[in-house]
């Protein structure tokens, strides 16, 4: 089944100079870019944002870091996106992500680690919702999309 997910390239991917590696894997995958946009993130979507960190000892370092410079927020649209967008990511430490992976390839930090990744496809909603308005999500046709998933895969 299609799914959409929301991916932010960190302030820390956007200072190393790395998004065009990092939009082009997932481009290469086959995922569908349906939204793009740069955003400086504020206090109040972070609150909201990581609402499940907010008694963590790191809350307001991970705040501090995410504010440092702008974002990239996209969002992807595939089969199984979810899902295909977390494994090319790779585990939230660099250190510990397998190689191939863009944390494994770009990271060597459980902080600094280039990229956030929707967890859930019931969060990845959410995600959407809170970064894109519904006129900066785009539905079109890929050229090319008969040759990335056959029509069986796309009913699942």
Known sequence: MLEKTLVIIKPCGLQR???GEVITRF???GLRLAGLKMLRLTHEILDVHYAHLVDKPFFARIKESM????VVLMCLEGVEAVAVVRMMT???NGRNAASGTIRGDFSMSNQENIIHASDSADNAILEIERFFGKNEIFDYQKI?????NNSEELLI
């Open 144 to 148: 090319n999309s008969c040759f990335v």
């Open 90 to 92: 790779g585990v939230t």
């Open 67 to 70: 504010m440092a410079s702008p």
């Open 17 to 19: 100079e790395i998004l």
């Open 27 to 29: 481009e290469r995958k």
